[in-house]
Antibody, heavy 126, light 110 residues
Framework: QVQLVESGGGVVQPGRSLRLSCAAS????????MHWVRQAPGKGLEWVAV????????YYADSVKGRFTISRDNSKNTLYLQMNSLRAEDTAVYYC???????????????????WGQGTLVTVSS | QSALTQPPSVSGSPGQSVTISCTGT?????????VSWYQQPPGTAPKLMIY???NRPSGVPDRFSGSKSGNTASLTISGLQAEDEADYYC??????????FGGGTKLTVL
């Protein structure tokens, strides 16, 4: 079965960096676009970033553009989120999620988020 | 502020039906059918319940249904059960805004 396991969260000071990882199993990782979605404590969901199945295309929410970088290693079935210049408002549970549309279909008709990890908490505080 | 507007809360008794709305504009909900709905019980990750307005992934009970009229998408849960108590979020993909979520609706089963 599809499994997504995030790691790398923790407490970090404002202005510092953190890298999140998401280990995938149970499906052909290299065939699917992957997303990061976050949820601030007691708040709603916010889409953060997406990377295409082959890593050739990346898109970001305006709130993180220029500070966060999404990447993937298909040989390791792992998704990453490099977070730099962290701010208090980046405090959230970060979920990785799979896009339902496989391979090239993602570019024509992006899917919903059909599988989610359990999330990892990032706290930005001095 | 979310681009998609949901009621903060809805409630219903077991066996009843409830509908959660997700309102956008003619430029987003009114123009795109890539509306999805997610269920998030307390302390857990979201789960996909409906995609492309009205499609159910395998394993989702047929008590859950989706629809759209004009600029408003809706999730209807019929035969309400205690286990349906959760937060529900709508989401929309558009080529201009990419992925956006509604603010979420807390469903209470009385």
């Amino acid at each position: 079965q599809v499994q997504l396991v995030e790691s790398g969260g923790g407490v970090v000071q404002p202005g510092r960096s953190l890298r999140l990882s998401c280990a995938a199993s149970g499906f052909t990782f290299s065939s699917y676009a992957m997303h990061w979605v976050r949820q601030a404590p007691g708040k709603g969901l916010e889409w953060v970033a997406v990377i295409s199945y082959d890593g050739s295309n990346k898109y970001y929410a305006d709130s993180v553009k220029g500070r966060f970088t999404i990447s993937r290693d298909n040989s390791k079935n792992t998704l990453y989120l490099q977070m730099n210049s962290l701010r208090a408002e980046d405090t959230a549970v970060y979920y990785c999620a799979r896009d339902k549309a496989p391979e090239l279909r993602f570019f024509v008709a992006p899917g919903p988020f059909d599988y989610w990890g359990q999330g990892t908490l990032v706290t930005v505080s001095s | 502020q979310s681009a998609l507007t949901q009621p903060p809360s809805v409630s219903g008794s077991p066996g009843q039906s409830v509908t959660i709305s997700c309102t956008g504009t003619s430029s987003d909900v009114g123009s795109y059918n890539r509306v999805s709905w997610y269920q998030q019980p307390p302390g857990t990750a979201p789960k996909l319940m409906i995609y492309e307005v009205s499609n159910r992934p395998s394993g989702v009970p047929d008590r859950f249904s989706g629809s759209k009229s004009g600029n408003t998408a809706s999730l209807t849960i019929s035969g309400l059960q205690a286990e349906d108590e959760a937060d529900y979020y709508c989401s929309l993909y558009t080529s201009s805004s990419l992925w956006v979520f509604g603010g979420g609706t807390k469903l209470t089963v009385l």
